[in-house]
């Protein structure tokens, strides 16, 4: 799969890119702001990884852009699921800290044919 993954912090970033290319996966990014992160639309992207406070605002409105595409989203946040706006509440979401099985199983679900 091909993963954006819109982080700001770089060493998260590294983790989980790191992650996804042991998994066999092809990354897209990191981006560490919103507008480097929507320089890509849907075509191309098979599942994105967002981290929801970006120096640039929250990614919401990307998320909502990428899922519309049908483009599985995953937030990867400190924020709290209670944070999202009530149109993204059924968006799959990972705290942080996270444990890679978490990412990991965020692939499988992506993989799947319900997804």
Do not use: W
């Not at 919103?34 to 640039?56: K, T």
């Amino acid at each position: 799969m091909r993963i954006l993954i819109l982080e700001d912090d770089p060493l998260i970033a590294l983790d989980l890119q790191l992650i996804l290319e042991d998994e066999g996966h092809e990354v897209i990014g990191p981006c560490a702001s919103l507008a480097e992160a929507q320089r890509y639309g849907s075509p191309g992207i098979d599942l994105a990884l967002l981290d929801v406070d970006l120096p640039d605002g929250k990614s919401f409105d990307l998320a909502a852009r990428l899922i519309e595409g049908g483009v599985p989203v995953s937030f990867v946040s400190a924020s709290t699921r209670a944070e999202l706006p009530p149109h993204l509440g059924d968006v799959a979401f990972i705290a942080k800290p996270y444990q890679h099985a978490a990412i990991r199983n965020s692939l499988t679900l992506a993989c799947s044919p319900a997804a």
